[in-house]
């Protein structure tokens, strides 16, 4: 058996990644809060302070995806929306994806997501969909297809699947087009 060392941190937005990960794949993600929780003092960033992160940090990544969090590990979601909504259309020309990660299917945060997505569907490549399937089964996607087709959006949907049960129904979670 013949492996060959692949330098991931030399990789590009441009390389071809069938050889190291095995087929079509979001490449290298990196997990970007939009707010940011300094544990030093205890506080979390001004949206001045975040808005400056984001421009020097995001805006010159060597990943193949910017995943902006607002699901878990997010706790100032309000602000966090703000700061997307204010700072995607500003993105310079860029050659990696961004997606953001929402909430689960049908929580009130997930509709406050919903209402961030249509203002800021047009800067981003991806929704990613937490927990996806584990109460509504393949609806939620359904549902979410469904909705981006109204919005006009040709976003494609990048479900999590976190529970034993959403593997169960996997090929169903997987059969629309909006899902990759």
């Known amino acids: 058996m ?5 330098d991931l941190s030399k990789l590009t937005a441009k390389d071809d990644l069938t050889p190291v990960l095995g087929g079509k794949w979001p490449g290298i993600q990196i997990y970007y809060p939009p707010i940011k929780f300094n544990p030093l003092d205890g506080t979390y960033e001004t949206m001045e302070q975040a ?3 984001l421009q020097k940090h995001a805006y010159k990544t060597k990943a193949h995806t910017v995943l902006f969090d607002l699901e ?3 706790r100032m979601k309000e602000m966090s929306r703000k700061l997307l909504i204010e700072e995607l ?3 310079p020309e860029r050659d990696f994806q961004i997606a953001v990660r929402i909430n689960p299917f049908r929580t009130a945060e997930y509709e406050e997501d919903l209402k961030m997505l249509k203002k800021i569907h047009k800067y981003i490549d991806a929704i990613v969909l937490a927990k996806a399937g584990e109460v509504y089964g ?3 996607i359904r549902d979410l297809s469904s909705w981006l087709v109204s919005i006009g959006s040709n976003l494609q949907i990048q479900p999590i699947i976190e529970h ?3 593997l169960q129904i996997a090929d169903k979670l997987m059969q629309y087009n909006t899902v990759q």
């Open 2 to 6: 013949t492996t060959s060392f692949v």
């Open 51 to 53: 808005k400056y992160r």
């Open 72 to 74: 878990d590990g997010c």
């Open 89 to 91: 259309p500003k993105f």
């Open 138 to 140: 393949a609806a939620e």
């Open 164 to 166: 034993p049960k959403s």
